[in-house]
């Protein structure tokens, strides 16, 4: 089993960039294909991207479409979700996971968007 460990989180301006990483241990990391998930207060998981075990093939939500990019380094066991043109309703705690449920996830890493 995958352990994970996101950071990078933080408070930014709408409109800001963050990076997320997802740091992997464990089972062999290069092996699994990858998932950002988030939860915004109140509300249950809902599914932001996916990259494929060798990074060659991504999938993002329309909500963010255009604006996060997925990518990983595995020889860095290193999973990353770089966000830009932030907007408030992206305040979430953000997770990586095995599963596009939010299966397998780290502890997550808090993401606050506002002025």
């Known amino acids: 089993q995958v352990h994970l460990v996101e950071s990078g989180g933080g408070l930014v301006r709408p409109g800001g960039s963050l990076r997320l990483s997802c740091a992997a241990s464990g089972c062999k990391f290069s092996v699994h294909a990858m998932n950002w998930v988030r939860q915004a207060p109140g509300k249950g998981f809902e599914w932001v991207a996916n990259?494929?075990?060798?990074?060659?093939?991504?999938a993002y939500a329309r909500s963010v479409e255009g604006r996060f990019t997925v990518s990983r380094d595995n020889a860095k066991n290193t999973l990353y979700l770089q966000m830009n043109s932030l907007k408030p309703e992206d305040t979430a705690v953000y997770f990586c996971?095995?599963?596009?449920?939010?299966?397998?996830r780290g502890q997550g890493t808090q993401v606050t968007v506002s002025s």
């Open positions: 996971s095995t599963g596009t449920d939010g299966s397998g």
């Open positions: 990259i494929n075990s060798g990074g060659s093939s991504t």
